[in-house]
Nanobody
Framework: QVQLVESGGGLVQPGGSLRLSCAASGSIFRLNTMAWHRQAPGKERELVAS???????NYVDSVKGRFTISRDNAKNTVLLQMNSLKPGDTAVYYCNINWRMSMMYNYWGQGTQVTVSS
């Protein structure tokens, strides 16, 4: 079984910064993708950013230039540095790890609240 533990959410003013972290433990295939998704009230969950074990990254257009995803393969951790935060970034942020072998393996953290408000 795989567990994901997130930390770093909170309340921040517009223009401020937060850093989310997520640590994965358990039986993890070394070739995987770690990602952050978010879900705002009344909206569907969306992919914010992802990073493969090889370091390739992908961002949703709305956060490009403001958010940076990084990872430590040895520790199975992923970070999301969020700068220039906007009220529209308010959501519950979920950490995700996934890989494909004979089937798709997909695991989620419990979520951490990010609120951007003055």
């Amino acid at each position: 079984q795989v567990q994901l533990v997130e930390s770093g959410g909170g309340l921040v003013q517009p223009g401020g910064s937060l850093r989310l972290s997520c640590a994965a433990s358990g039986s993890i295939f070394r070739l995987n993708t770690m990602a952050w998704h978010r879900q705002a009230p009344g909206k569907e969950r969306e992919l914010v950013a992802s990073i493969t074990s090889g370091g390739s990254t992908n961002y949703v257009d709305s956060v490009k230039g403001r958010f940076t995803i990084s990872r430590d393969n040895a520790k199975n951790t992923v970070l999301l540095q969020m700068n220039s935060l906007k009220p529209g970034d308010t959501a519950v942020y979920y950490c995700n790890i996934n890989w494909r072998m004979s089937m798709m393996y997909n695991y989620w953290g419990q979520g951490t609240q990010v609120t951007v408000s003055s």
